[in-house]
């Protein structure tokens, strides 16, 4: 079995950052693809970022040279570093993974 948990999240101004982080814990022989997704009120979960097995790179038009998706194979954890945060970007990010989701994180921008 494997759980993600992500955490991070948190309330900041327009124009401020933050990183989320999912961990990945169980039993892993293998790194799996990996995405965050968000899913703002009312609206469908929507792709942000991806990260291949091979280390290909996708982005959301909405995000990209803002965000930015990495992660530490070591520590089976994927990190979102966002950048220059717009209020249009609140919602509750989702990491997924062998096929499984987190529990998500909210992130809320607002002056």
């Known amino acids: 079995q494997v759980q993600l948990v992500e955490s991070g999240g948190g309330l900041v101004q327009p124009g401020g950052s933050l990183r989320l982080s999912c961990a990945a814990s169980?039993?892993?022989?293998?790194?799996?693809?990996m995405g965050w997704y968000r899913q703002a009120p009312g609206k469908q979960r929507e792709l942000v970022a991806t990260?291949?097995?091979?280390?290909?790179?996708n982005y959301a038009d909405s995000v990209k040279g803002r965000f930015t998706i990495s992660r530490d194979n070591a520590k089976r954890t994927v990190y979102l570093q966002m950048d220059s945060l717009k209020p249009e970007d609140t919602a509750v990010y989702y990491c997924?993974?062998?096929?499984?989701w987190g529990q998500g994180t909210q992130v809320t921008v607002s002056s």
């Open positions: 997924n993974g062998w096929n499984r």
């Open positions: 169980g039993t892993i022989f293998i790194m799996s693809s």
């Open positions: 990260i291949t097995r091979d280390g290909r790179i």
